[in-house]
């Protein structure tokens, strides 16, 4: 069983920039080459045998690079196609239910958004890392509600699980949530739609070296 470590690039995928699997598996693998630890599986289709296909897909190309591969918001298709795990937004379900679901060794996150206590609750109830955001104007979700950087510092000194930073990430704004805290980038836009992506993903990895180097 490897070791994963929930720290570095949390690279999340994208249906629009990678209109097919094959596009996708591509960017994934270029993320992957570049030092990218974690990819998260988002499609928001209706499409349940593209998505088993994409998913089984993933997982074998994140097995055999010991990436960490997680599942948005399903947890049947994290069982399905055999994920690390699955990440909860605060609609998807009881993170409780999920772990039963899936078992102890499951990695399972959640979105927290801008609050404290969710995260503190999320950890009670056995979440592996907690999400917070959008710490910066996002492509994604345009309307998720700002997040202050000193959120992750105060909750840093309360949480003992791994914190991952999303919203508007970019490799230069991304050190402001690394040296306020955070364990780990998540990056849809900035990744996804570079145009070297391997390039794109050893420059987030380096920013987590130097933040390293200097503590």
Do not use: W
């Not at 690279?11 to 992957?32: S, V």
């Not at 309360?158 to 914190?163: G, T």
């Not at 490799?171 to 992506?197: K, P, R, S």
């Amino acid at each position: 069983m490897p070791t994963f470590s929930l720290s570095g690039l949390y690279g999340i995928t994208d249906a629009t920039l990678m209109p097919d699997t094959q596009t996708m598996l591509n960017a994934c693998e270029a993320a992957i080459a570049g030092g990218m630890k974690v990819l998260q599986y988002r499609d928001k289709s209706n499409n349940s045998a593209l998505r088993l296909d994409q998913a089984s897909a993933l997982r074998a190309l994140c097995k055999s690079h010991n990436c960490i591969f997680l599942i948005n918001d399903d947890v049947e298709l994290a069982l399905s196609c055999k994920a690390d795990g699955v990440h909860l937004g605060q609609k998807d379900g009881s993170l409780t239910e999920a772990r039963q679901r899936l078992g102890k060794t499951a990695i399972i996150g959640q979105t927290c958004h801008d609050r404290l206590e969710l995260a503190i609750r999320a950890q009670a109830e056995g979440a592996n890392y907690v999400a917070f955001g959008s710490f910066f104007p996002s492509n994604t979700k345009p309307g998720a509600s700002p997040a202050p950087l000193s959120l992750l510092s105060t909750a840093r000194s309360q949480l003992s699980v791994p914190m991952v930073a999303i919203g508007g990430l970019s490799v230069d704004n991304a050190t402001q949530v690394i040296a306020a805290g955070a364990d780990m980038t998540a990056v849809v836009h900035a990744l996804f739609a570079a145009q070297d992506i391997r390039t794109r993903a050893e420059q987030f990895s380096r920013l987590f070296r130097i933040q390293a180097q200097d503590h």
